[in-house]
């Protein structure tokens, strides 16, 4: 077993300071992935930087009606925050789906966005995987994959992003603020996930010592009528198969805005931009539902075990979109 060390930061400034000392290191807050990949030999991290001290664990109200959610708020804390149930029932409810009481009250915003994926060839230790070992190879391509991204794959990788709430937050917009040696930074959540290309193991833009402090969330009345579904194996402690983040306003029976993201089929939280394209100014009844997730999918890769998802994903898109038409949760 390697040496690893541990540190606990007392304020901002002297995280960032502990994190660059050591090239290896890396920030903990709840720990409930990084330790464990740290344990299954995984995780190349050297030293541990503990920042729950820091004041970053707050969910606010914007003047706009949309939030900001520091990166150490807990997963319960924010599912059950009242601004959140009732402007964005999405963010909610794709929390509480997330995982485990106990991992939602130890889990943070922050390490649930830059968690890594759960593709088992990764996670063993010694199958070919071009996330842990570049130029290994994807044992998951030959493998089995039936939990395995059919949309925005590579030959290099088709892992599936875990995260429930980054499906939403990518649906909505949101915003990620970091803290680095460089200053600050603002990045779009939908460019803080990269797409594999060819080289799927850098998976944010962000440098091993710079700090997630939180995530805004514009305001938008849309995400009143926000839903999110999700389609598992089993009821609970279980990742998506497919996942659908969707919020639609109807004026005169035609659909005037819509929101909509796509997860358990992405190599990252995947906004469903064509299907989007396809539906503002048409009718908002399934027909329409169903050609716009037709078009979506178009683009699907799949392999020898996931090609099912292409027709569940079609049809978690229709339920979805009605469940928000109609104003209930899916």
């Known amino acids: 077993m390697r040496p690893l060390t541990y540190s606990r930061a007392t304020d901002i400034d002297h995280a960032l300071v502990l994190a660059a000392a050591t090239p290896r290191s890396a920030f903990l807050a709840g720990g409930t992935t990084e330790v464990d990949l740290i344990r299954a030999g995984i995780s190349p991290s050297e030293h541990l930087v503990d920042i729950n001290d820091l004041p970053l664990a707050g969910v606010e109200d914007r003047a706009d009606g949309g939030l900001h959610i520091g990166a150490l708020a807990r997963m319960s804390d924010v599912a059950r925050t009242p601004g959140v149930v009732e402007r964005y ?48 190879g994807c044992a998951a391509l030959d493998g089995f994959n039936r939990g395995h991204a059919i949309l925005g794959t590579s030959p290099q990788c088709i892992a599936t992003h875990p995260s429930d709430v980054a499906v939403v937050l990518v649906a909505f917009d949101a915003v990620v603020r970091t803290l680095g040696p460089a200053g600050p930074r603002s990045l779009p959540i939908d460019d803080f996930f990269l797409l594999p290309g060819a080289t799927p193991e850098v998976e944010h833009p962000i440098a091993h010592d710079e700090l997630i402090t939180g995530v805004d969330v514009p305001g938008n009345p849309i995400a009143r009528r926000s839903v999110y579904l999700k389609v598992r194996d089993r009821e609970s402690y279980e990742f998506a198969l497919v996942s659908v983040a969707a919020a639609l306003a109807v004026h005169d029976g035609e ?20 299907a989007e394209a396809a539906l503002v100014g048409r009718p908002a009844d399934e027909a329409s539902f169903r050609r716009a997730a037709a078009v979506e999918l178009e683009g699907a ?30």
Not at 101 to 122: D, F, H, K, V, W
Not at 310 to 330: M, N
């Open 89 to 136: 029932p999405a963010v909610s409810r794709a929390l509480l789906l997330s995982a485990s009481e106990q991992l939602r009250n130890m889990a943070s915003i922050g390490g649930n966005l830059r968690q890594r994926t759960r593709c088992p060839y990764l996670r063993d230790g010694v199958s070919p995987c071009n996330k842990r070992d570049p130029g290994s």
């Open 255 to 274: 659909v005037a805005d819509v929101r909509l993201a796509l997860g358990g089929v992405g190599t990252k939280p995947w906004r469903a931009h064509r």
């Open 301 to 330: 890769v799949v392999g020898e075990h996931n090609a099912f998802k292409v027709e569940l994903a079609q049809r978690a898109v229709v339920r979805a979109l009605v469940a928000s038409r109609d104003g209930r949760q899916s």
